[in-house]
């Protein structure tokens, strides 16, 4: 199969989309001829031009309140903020507009709009530059949530959104974006709310999010070495959550670690948790273990920033202690 | 206004250490020493120093992702700076924040922010405790274009004036936000023009003109120490560096615009009318060039020797106690 950068992968998935449904455009900073700060759009601008491939002013809740319009009037927007930190500025409007117009108008009026943006600790970003945010939208009802991170499910999950009439948030992390892997030819979808077990194993289940997905291959690989069978899966997307997924794994190895970069309190692993004490209470054989990032704004320097995050070495400590349990 | 001979050879010594510190920084960044962004502050220099001539120690400074220069022309030492890009625990900033990130309250400045626009409330925040607290103090924004599209600075500069807050406005107009032409997400070209609808003074300065910028800058200050509320100063300027170190700077604007622009260097202007003037000669001049490339050396060697921070202290800090 050929190889495509998850970034890549992603651009041609929105590259399709556009070229299916004349009703996409894209909005951000940059997207137009410089074809985005990530890449995002490189080579768009050439074949729609700036009525689909918008440069705006930096003026993030003006654009995606607009965006919110564009949507509820038979537009498809996707809304590229470049890091998803700059989102925040919008959230208002998210919030109170785009996550339940639907709702407010008993289904009569469709939200189809597509909010992408970098997430991550990665390479000294720093304190306004390195967030993950997606607690926050599985928080509130009316968005979905995709993380993708391989190739091939960057693409297939873009599409996806690209014809899901809910607002997604595609969430792109950036220590993925250059990492290469198989991408099928021809049409690829990757439906939500479907996770995938990236590993077999028998002894524990862990389940990661984002960039620890691939720190976490590295541990289990290193683990069989000492004779430990990981299991790992890859939500792809939190919400939905494919829960069913991660039970029936776990209804086997009798094991739970989550592991993800973002902060513990109110997070991923502790929805994870409560889901799967409610349905596999009586498959544990050991506590449910979180391994998350560290509850500090992250910091810039190297060491600091090394220290605040997951990775191969704390994975593989924390698998070997619960398998301890 | 006339500017006394040795204000002006103040000014040069000043706009000179911002420009061989970044010119030091962008060295450093090639070499690998900085870890993320480094956005230098080259060419637009007069901005911050004919602005900080006329703050107090305890006047606050606002600044952008762009601000080495507002650091420096506020008081923080060059190594502190360097340190901090380099991720240092004598860093400014401990080593948390990087470029992006620096804070030295104790000389006033209040922090450079990756989130473009941030300033602009902040600094209007500020001159409303001042003002609350009856206090002489006078709060500095700096902002770039883009910001100005911003709704903060619509709001910001709004409440400013209903409340004739003590704080300056300082848009540095360097035509561009990252590679956007400021013409092609505005159809006034001129950002000063805006403050006629909310109501406060506005001005149009040169901003590679360190003296213009000194003069604008001393009413626009003492206006607002004395109770007169805020003014907006738009600062015409140009960065000769790409937006960000490591970045591309063909594509979106041309080799002769960039040459133009250095061609009306704030440093090299400063200096001929300095020595055309007869306010200084060439060896004084010579001297502290020497003087200020030392500081630069020894700011380096600084940063260059000190520790890493402790991991250990990763979550200080997060809460007061
Ligand atoms: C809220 C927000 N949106 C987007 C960005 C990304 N960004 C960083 S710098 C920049 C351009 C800023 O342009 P301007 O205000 O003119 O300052 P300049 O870089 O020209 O000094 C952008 C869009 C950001 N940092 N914050
Ligand atoms: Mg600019």
Redesign the pocket.
Known sequence: MRELTFVAAAREGLAEEMARDPSIFVMG??VGARGG?FNTTTGLYELYGPQRLRDTP?C?RGFTGLCTGAAMAGARPVVD???I??EL?ALGELFHQTSRIQYMSQGRIKMPILLRGCIGIFGSAGP??SGNYYPLFMHVPGFRVAVPTTPADAKGLIKTALRCNDPVLFLEHKGLLNVRGPVPDGEHLVPFGQAAVVRDGRDVTVVAIALQVKHTLEAATRLQQEGISVEVIDPRTLAPLDTATIAASVHKTGRLLIVDEDFAPCGVGAEIATQIVDQVFDDLDAPIRRLNGAFVPTPYSPPLEAAAVPGVEKIAAAIRDLVAE | MSIPGTVQVALYRQILLIRRTEEQLVRSYQRGLIHGAC?TYIG?EAVAIGVCAHLRPDDLVFS???GHGHALAKGVPPGALIAELFGRATGCSGGRGGS?HLFAPEVGLMGT??????SILQATGAAYAFSLLKQERVSVAF??????N?GAFHEGINMASIWQLPVVFVC???????E?P?ASVSRNPDVAARTQAYGLPGQVVDGNDVLAVYEAAAEAVKRARSGAGPTLLECKTY?TRP??EGMRDTGYRSPEEIEAWKARCPIKRLASRLLGEGTASESELARIEAEVQAVVEEALAFAESSPWPDPATLTDHVYSV
């Open positions: 900073e940059g700060n930096i993030e903020f470049m890091f930190d700059f500025d306004h530059h | 956005h637009q952008t992702h762009r992006m922010s990756g989130i473009v626009a941030a902002f770039g274009d883009g910001a100005a911003n540095e107009n360097n035509l561009y936000a990252t956007v400021f960065r937006h960000s």
